[in-house]
């Protein structure tokens, strides 16, 4: 449906158009709590396999209704269309770290981010930091211990904000309506945060965040006041009057009330300051006689701080797919597991967590996976997507699409994808079946294979050691980062230990090894981007790049503003450029040199000094 006709529709149906006001744009002050002791000082336990008491509840799990297919001319009629159903089993992906992650409570939300040294992991209800070879760099501590007076309500997520080196850990209050932030005030996760509370008029259920120029953003799903820009800025700096701006979701069909949208996840560059965030989800045209073909819904939000009434969310597209089929069961037990009838919730109808955004010189890119029904019969694929937009105010287009799901009984579900500066993709995610107890698995593809393709093989990191059972709650996330280096997946998920125990997983993969050398690389050698300093002149020098007749070469400030580029040749992978930099506005500060071209890139930070 075209973007004209989405207007109409909505003016019709009495949506989100009529007026922006009816957005009910509402800026709220956080409350700032203070900077926290040293988290190394705080409460720690030394029993890997403790689980704190969880607030969560079962009742949240009923703000997910039983879905149904109400339309029987939805497609596809049975079989996925797009399913890859063949794998190379001839080799495995070589795994870097694989080491146990905290136990969890039911279910144990895995939640993850890199930096460059450290991970840090975090579960109902609890968290923990390793050291990036794998081994403890504290032992686990409960969420309650961040912020003072808190419970281990859960939902965590964490994230790693490169551009400023700051880890960020979230939980919600299932008591106050309220969301928990701790922003580390350095890159040591084991230092001091910057702790603040948030309150809703409702509960913020199934909160997803990402990180953007102009804020940290967060939907969850309620009916109102569901999508929020936190004052990243001001959170950062520890500023006691940082605010959120919180608007309404545009109307749009979900068929079964939950409503979880994803919002792009800058993993690397970020966009100028301002530009608006594109937020993702998907329907199915077995919903609804309404919907029409399966599509991906995309809405753009701008957010204001100076004049926030000027905030705005609007549907912004209706990018049709491949058909699918996102409904399982209407009862949550979808997925077999081995020795036991007992079935586990897929997760279905949403797209996984996170939508991983990345600049590149000539486009940008969004990643984007759910669980998908690929025979009629239940057994589940992981439907995925590669984005592509080539200016930030042009539409996004499907770049390409495939659904995961040998064709071996498995079912492959709760998924989480990323890709890398050479343009590869990792994809991770839980599999059980008639035959398997619920594990974990990677596969990927490199970014010269042909469109679609995992060419990579399914990589068991984790066997299922037993059967879950009083229940079908799994998951309900996964988590997948991209190390800073660049080529590096990190991911956690859940799996089932012995006697049934709930486990978590943390491994790590880098494609770009998994090949030895870029086939567009000389000589096998790693890239080199090197940047230095000479009063007013900044050179950069490349080598070993992939040989090119355009590489872009540009610098950037850490607020995504571009402030030069150049377009050269760069003859068996080797240039050397400069810039003028005395009339930079920012002196003293942090830049970010970027070169590469559409499918690969290296970033380097650069401190320029007046």
């Not at 529709?9 to 800026?27: D, K, R």
């Not at 957010?303 to 089929?325: M, R």
Request: proline share 5%; with cysteine.
């Amino acid at each position: 449906m075209k973007k004209n006709a989405i207007l109409l529709f909505s003016l019709l149906m009495g949506g989100f158009s009529i007026a922006q006001s009816e957005q009910n744009v509402e800026v709220v002050q956080g409350n700032y709590l203070g900077l926290s002791e040293e988290l190394r000082n705080l409460p720690q336990s030394t029993d890997e396999d403790m689980v704190y008491e969880n607030d969560e509840g079962e009742g949240l799990h009923e703000r997910r209704k039983k879905p149904e297919a109400v339309d029987p001319t939805a497609l596809p009629v049975k079989y996925d269309p797009v399913r890859q159903s063949y794998q190379d089993k001839s080799y495995e992906i070589q795994l870097g770290v694989n080491v146990q992650g905290m136990g969890g409570s039911f279910p144990p939300d895995p939640t993850g981010a890199v930096s460059e040294d450290y991970y840090v992991q975090a579960v109902n209800t609890a968290w923990k930091v390793f050291n990036k070879d794998g081994t403890n760099a504290s032992g686990p501590s409960g969420l309650n211990t961040l912020w003072p007076g808190s419970t281990n309500s859960g939902d965590p997520i964490v994230m790693y904000d490169r551009q400023v080196q700051r880890f960020v850990i979230t939980q919600f209050q299932t008591g106050s309506n309220e969301i928990l932030f701790a922003v580390s005030e350095t890159a040591d996760p084991l230092g001091s945060y910057h702790l603040y509370e948030f309150s809703f008029p409702s509960f913020p259920d199934y909160p997803k965040y990402s990180i953007w120029s102009d804020g940290y953003y967060m939907t969850s799903n309620t009916y109102t006041q569901n999508v929020v820009a936190f004052e990243r800025e001001k959170m950062i700096a520890g500023d006691p009057t940082a605010s959120m701006i919180s608007m309404n979701l545009p109307n749009f069909e979900t068929h079964y009330g939950f409503r979880s949208v994803l919002p792009a996840d800058a993993d690397g560059d970020l966009p100028p300051y301002g530009t608006p965030i594109s937020l993702f989800t998907f329907q199915d045209d077995s919903w609804s006689s309404s919907v029409t073909e399966d599509h991906i819904l995309i809405m753009k939000m701008s957010v204001d701080w100076d004049n926030p009434n000027s905030s705005s969310i609007a549907i912004d597209q209706e990018l049709p797919t491949a058909a699918f089929n996102s409904v399982f069961t209407t009862s949550w037990n979808d997925i077999v597991q081995k020795g036991t009838s007992q079935r586990l919730d897929a997760i279905s109808s949403i797209f996984n967590y996170r939508a991983q955004y990345l600049r590149w010189p000539t486009h940008n890119s969004v990643m984007l996976c759910n669980v998908v029904d690929v025979d009629g019969s239940n057994t589940a694929g992981i439907r995925w997507y590669e984005l592509r937009q080539d200016v930030d105010s042009l539409d996004w287009e499907i770049y390409q699409q495939s659904t995961f799901a040998p064709d071996d009984g498995r079912s492959r579900f709760i998924g989480s994808i990323a890709m890398d500066y050479n343009g590869h993709i990792g994809l991770a995610y839980s599999f059980s079946g008639p035959n398997d107890y619920p594990g974990l698995a990677c596969t990927g593809r490199l970014s010269w294979d042909a469109p679609g393709d995992m060419s990579q093989p399914e990589t068991v990191a984790q066997e299922g050691l037993y059967f879950q059972s009083g229940g079908n709650r799994y998951g309900d996330y996964s988590h997948m980062s991209l190390d800073p280096d660049g080529s590096t997946f990190w991911y956690t998920g859940e799996y089932i230990g012995n006697g049934g125990a709930r486990r978590t997983k943390i491994f790590s993969f880098n494609l770009e090894k998994q090949v030895g050398v870029n086939q567009e690389l000389a000589d096998g050698e790693s890239p080199i981007l090197n940047a230095i300093q000479d009063q007013s002149q900044l050179t950069v020098d490349i080598d070993n790049f992939p040989s090119t007749n355009e590489m872009y070469v540009e610098l950037f400030s850490l607020d995504g503003r571009r402030v030069a580029k150049k377009v050269i040749a760069a003859p068996e992978g080797k240039l050397s450029t400069t810039f003028d930099i005395s009339s930079l506005r920012n002196q003293n500060a942090v830049y970010i040199v970027r070169a590469g071209k559409d499918n690969f890139m290296r970033v380097k930070k650069v401190a320029i000094i007046k």
